[in-house]
């Protein structure tokens, strides 16, 4: 018995297609049959529309052992994790998180009490974001764990900001610091090889508190969305850092069908991403620009809104978007010119 | 490392609360932030009020091992079934279903190959049933496959039909016919057994047809939910049919607080399902009530709608609605009365 009904074909590993190959494969057939569906698959969250309004729909789906180690990210954390992953999506759509769906699996090492904990990571995030649990399923595995949580929120059709609108010259802009929560990752790394050398060994986590904050508890800056709409902002494009800068300016070049250029000493991070990139031998831009996980908002404003948020110290201007053929370009200290690469972060070498 | 913070804490196995009452333990903290969510956890889909109507959200997640064999499931039959089974939960609604996402976690065992058909069978279920696929996550995963489908449509709120609206005397109907999807599955694991023991053994599949295409590629009853349009009647409540109809009446007996009484000789099975019943030595009627995966659609219709439905050949009135005090009963053949149980479908036993 074969999992296919023709047993004379030829086999292509998924790795040789990659993430992405694999996606274009998968979306290339799809037919849209209502047109109630404004986006599909290619944004951060697609987009219904719903009489007047619309509606933002995102999922993602968690695994043990691909996504987190137990061994380290406490349940709690990993609940909490998991529904803010999905609700970063939202608010790059420029909407506030409304709902979530949480679907588990699990093998019978899980005990009641760890889906306790779980859902009382859950549950926090629901509290803090103002979200609402409607829906799940729960089901054994025969191995391991894995989440699948879908985020909904509610806009108006006008309000919604895309990753393709971006303009030339309009202004490219991070929220927040990046690179942090991939160092928090390597050294949770670090200490559990440590500790399965030594199981006495006790980890050394001072001075790391930061860091291990963003890779263990990230935040979804609905903050930033909220601060648009006060400060009667819309973006031209945006789209949530989960990837690493690089790959999602990428993105946005790609989806505004655009160039860009930004500038490393523009790059906001942390001091204490510095100086933990450095005893891991990185750069701490690299970590930024390669790292991922830090589920901060890239977006891009119109120059004429520059005012607005020049102030602001939750915002940081990196660059500028340029026409197609500039290409897209990282300006180095020094002034040299690198092409951006669209490097996954689960690479861990300093390209630099 | 443990998984707990707490190291001396004790643990309670999953099994041990069972299906119901872990669901309880997750849902009974949940609270509710906005008012734009008019129903949470427990019917077939949540509510959300979206300016004028609502959107109804359903998901589920089927799991290789658990919910699914590789060994006599294809693939795209599987894709297809993900879709239908959340589908389904949108018609018992009584709400047309629009969209899906659809994740799926894949060990290495799984080439490029192997995506394509699932997705030929989430595509043609799409096709079927005009729906749009708008997104989803593919990841790896450490062993096995995994889907999770979350489905998506819309509805006027006060078309919408809720396990709870039943009334006394309402009469009980259910769409379709029950116990083949269990039957299908019976005859599966039979011929793999035999091949397990010989590998040469050709499975013997003939006269089984209808109940393995009703294991193998079940429908979700739109066509039904557009009767109900076409015929001006609303439900008084409504469920699917996924755990079997016996543990279904449980559902919508509690949620409308009252008790209610079928009667055996009225369950609608196909000649088949009897038939193949006898060579497995059950009961057909006892495959309808605690077989499962038949997702047709059991509700409940107001005494004065009977003419509606009496000549229509999809629908069979099987009982009616009592107050809470008369219990939820069968009468059998021979007129004996026996209370119904909430038997999952996994139990092979022929209880009667």
């Known amino acids: ?71 380290y990210a406490p349940l709690k954390h990993l609940g909490y994790k998991a529904v803010i992953v999905n609700l970063s999506d939202i608010c790059a759509m420029n909407a506030i998180p409304t709902q ?37 399923d729960t089901t054994s595995s025969t191995s391991g764990l894995m989440i699948s949580v879908t985020a909904m929120g509610t806009a108006k059709e006008e309000d919604i900001v895309y990753r393709s609108g971006a303009s030339e010259k309009d202004l490219i802009v991070v929220s927040g610091d990046l ?20 199981k006495n060994m006790q980890p050394d986590l001072h001075g790391s508190e930061y860091v ?15 601060m648009f709409m006060e400060m009667d902002l819309k973006p031209t494009s945006m789209i949530d850092i989960s990837d690493g800068l690089s790959s999602e300016l990428l993105h946005l070049a790609k989806a505004s069908g655009l160039g860009l250029q930004i500038y490393e000493e523009k790059i906001p991070c942390d001091p204490t991403v510095m ?36 102030a602001n110290p939750n915002m940081t201007v990196i660059g500028y978007m340029l026409d197609k053929n500039s290409g897209t370009n990282l300006v180095s200290h020094d002034s040299k010119i690198f092409p951006l690469s669209a490097q996954g972060w689960t690479a861990h070498e300093n390209k630099k």
Do not use: W
């Not at 904990?117 to 829906?135: S, W």
């Not at 690179?179 to 030594?198: H, N, P, S, T």
């Not at 996980?293 to 890239?298: K, N, P, V």
């Open 1 to 71: 018995m074969s999992i296919f009904e023709n047993k004379e074909q030829e086999f292509t590993p998924i790795s040789k297609l990659g993430e992405f190959g694999l996606i274009d494969l998968i979306t290339k057939e799809v037919k849209r049959y209502n047109h109630t569906t404004l986006k599909g698959i290619g944004d951060d969250a697609a987009v219904i529309k719903i009489g007047d309004l619309c509606q933002l729909v995102s999922t993602d789906l968690l695994v043990e052992g691909v996504h987190f180690d137990l061994a």
């Open 100 to 136: 979530i769906t949480v679907s588990l699996a699990m093998s019978n090492r899980f005990p009641v009490e760890a889906v306790e904990e779980l859902y009382a990571g859950v549950r926090l995030a629901c509290e803090q974001y103002k979200v609402d649990l409607i829906g799940g």
């Open 179 to 198: 690179g942090a929560a991939y160092l928090g990752l390597q050294i949770l790394e670090r200490e559990k090889a440590v500790f399965m050398e030594d």
């Open 212 to 226: 291990l904050e963003r890779q263990l508890k990230p935040e979804a800056r609905k903050d930033i969305v909220e």
């Open 275 to 310: 100086s933990i990139a450095e005893e891991f031998k990185l750069n701490g831009v690299t970590c930024a620009l390669n790292g991922g996980e830090d589920y901060e908002l890239l977006f891009t404003v119109a120059q004429k809104d520059y005012d607005k948020i020049k």
